[in-house]
């Protein structure tokens, strides 16, 4: 693993910050996601789009991820296992470096633990679980970072909070505010001009 990732490894082993804007656990049932980067100088990070048959969340950018089944020995097993049904991951290609606070997703009334990892990227990944997955994308933090692409996302219901206007994706909800945290943590971050707001694009607004 590429020095690039030394910050964020030592903050997820430290004091981690609280996530402003993400509802605390209600111990109830448990999920993981798994935030993939690339293990390069500019690490790119894989995000899906979800099925547009999907009942919640139906066309949204998200990270591959789902709930604990019984048989997952851990959260990170659950993260893993659930990657690799969606987009065709080995998990045994990942390096975990740890995990972000648990947050409480009240759409789906989860617990959701992400799990951040580090892979070479040397295969492709691919919708594995047409059902859940639409497409796969992989987005450079430095277009996450870029403050040109930053801007804080408003649902029509009044909801505004951090988003990503990268290329053909507009990433909001709670997996921008995961990618917010993270690029903090990580200091890969850049000042950027948060008075900007732009409405949730219809194509990603479904709930």
């Known amino acids: 693993m590429n020095e690039t990732f030394g910050q964020l490894v030592e903050g997820l082993r430290g004091a981690l910050p609280d996530s402003s804007g993400i509802r605390r656990p ?6 993981g996601v798994l935030m993939l980067f690339t293990d390069e100088s500019d690490p790119q990070v894989t995000v899906i789009e979800r099925a547009t048959t999907l009942r919640r969340h139906a066309g949204q950018v998200a990270f591959p991820g789902g709930a604990m089944e019984p048989d997952d020995p851990s959260i990170i097993a659950a993260a893993l296992r659930e990657a690799k049904e969606e987009v065709g991951l080995d998990p045994a290609m ?30 492709d990944l691919w919708p594995a679980d047409p059902a859940e997955v ?4 992989s987005v450079r933090v430095s277009h996450l970072s870029d403050p040109a692409f930053r801007v804080r996302g408003r649902h029509p219901g009044g909801y ?7 290329g053909e994706l507009f990433i909001w909800g709670f997996t921008a505010h995961l990618l917010d945290e993270a690029l903090d943590l990580a200091g890969w971050a850049s000042p950027w001009d948060s008075s900007r707001v732009v409405a949730v694009p219809e194509r990603f607004l479904r709930d």
Do not use: Q
């Open 94 to 123: 990942v390096e975990v470096l740890g995990e972000l606070p648990v947050a409480w997703v009240p759409a789906s009334n989860y617990d959701v633990t992400p799990v951040l990892g580090v892979w070479d990227g040397a295969t």
């Open 26 to 31: 209600r111990g109830g049932r448990r999920a």
């Open 134 to 137: 639409g497409a796969v994308h």
């Open 160 to 166: 505004i909070g951090p988003a990503f206007n990268v």
